[in-house]
């Protein structure tokens, strides 16, 4: 389920489902998207990115999905995995290399 | 063969005083940044150099100032700490259009 307000918006699947965390973000202009991947105690560390000429891209279990319509993101994770938990963080940059403006963040909790 | 590291991992320290963090990157970047993350896990930026130079000011308090001595290194100096202060502070690094690479924060605690 998801919850808002002063808590991290949640998701929470079973071992072995498939996950969709979502995320709007602000600008049409910008032209870089990435997505993150936060643990306890860590920084952010780096799944996957798309740039605006693109709308789907693929990597090891995940899908990045860019809908400029609606300015809308999607991460998807295939067959999700305990270790898979963590906050999970969308970034929007408007020529690329410059600063990234983080959306919420989604905290997914995967049960075994 | 750590890529950001920034130290130190856990900063505790009273009102008032004055505080540096350390960061430095093995990547060969050319752009550093601190990002300012809060209680509620929002993740902000606060400057980037590149290149030794200050290219984002993100209306951040002059209390803050960072200071590159070369590509490699960007320290951030803290004066007059406030309560506010208090969150995890990353530092990044980044090249062109490739992905920014984070260290594993500090977390500093006012007191």
């Known amino acids: 389920g998801e919850s808002v307000g002063l808590h991290l918006p949640t998701l929470s699947v079973q071992e072995g489902d498939n996950s969709i965390i979502n995320c709007a973000y602000s600008?049409?202009?910008?032209?870089?998207f990435i997505w993150y991947k936060q643990e306890s105690g860590k920084g952010p560390q780096f799944i996957i990115d798309?740039?605006?000429?693109?709308d789907k891209r693929q990597g090891q279990r995940v899908t990045v999905l860019l809908n400029k319509t609606v300015k809308h993101l999607s991460l998807q994770i295939a067959a999700t995995q305990p270790g898979d938990s963590a906050v999970y963080f969308c970034?929007?940059?408007?020529?690329?290399?410059?600063?990234?403006?983080f959306g919420q963040g989604t905290e997914l909790s995967v049960k075994p | 063969d750590t890529a950001v590291s920034q130290t130190p991992k856990y900063l505790v320290t009273q009102m008032g005083n004055d505080k540096s963090i350390k960061c430095e990157q093995n990547?060969?970047?050319?752009?550093m940044y601190w990002y300012k993350q809060d209680s509620k896990k929002f993740l902000k930026i606060m400057f980037s150099?590149?290149?030794?130079?200050?290219?984002i000011n993100e209306t951040v308090p002059n209390r803050f100032s960072p200071k590159s001595p070369d590509k490699a290194h960007l320290n951030l100096h803290i004066n007059s700490l406030e309560l506010g202060d208090s969150a995890v502070y990353f530092c990044?690094?980044?090249?062109?259009?490739?992905?920014?690479?984070f260290g594993d924060g500090t977390r500093l605690s006012i007191l």
């Open positions: 970034a929007e940059s408007y020529n690329q290399g410059g600063k990234l403006i």
């Open positions: 990044a690094s980044g090249r062109g259009n490739q992905p920014q690479h």
């Open positions: 150099y590149n290149n030794k130079e200050l290219i």
């Open positions: 600008n049409s202009a910008s032209d870089y």
């Open positions: 990547l060969g970047h050319d752009t």
């Open positions: 798309i740039r605006s000429n693109m």
